[in-house]
């Protein structure tokens, strides 16, 4: 059974950044679409972007479109999300999350158990 694990969340300043690793196990890397969602305290949860298998097609919600970029590394089975120019609104438990092989983005069934991000001053 595929296995997630989030890594590198932390405190950052207004305006600063920071990368979020997603280390995929348990099955085929390159058969897995993982998106990256994020909830804040008392608000549901929500996608932010995923990339594709191949990596080759990535999506963002309008919130971060322009500061947060995904991408995948194949020989280490992480997908990283680099988050610049941080704002307060974007401190939440971050997660990531994939579906069955070859699930398309959109189609989630694993989720990794979230790291925490804080943007304040």
């Known amino acids: 059974q595929v296995q997630l694990v989030e890594s590198g969340g932390g405190l950052v300043q207004p305006g600063g950044s920071l990368r979020l690793s997603c280390t995929v196990s348990?099955?085929?890397?390159?058969?897995?679409?993982i998106g990256w969602f994020r909830q804040a305290a008392g608000k549901v949860r929500e996608g932010i972007s995923c990339i594709s298998g191949n990596g080759a097609h990535t999506w963002y919600e309008d919130s971060v479109k322009g500061r947060f970029t995904t991408s995948r590394d194949t020989a280490r089975r992480v997908v990283y999300l680099n988050m610049d120019n941080l704002k307060p609104e974007d401190t939440a438990v971050y997660s990531c999350g994939t579906g069955k092989e070859h699930d398309p983005c959109g189609w989630y069934d694993f989720w990794g158990q979230g790291t925490q991000v804080t943007v304040s001053s």
């Open positions: 348990g099955s085929t890397f390159e058969n897995h679409a």
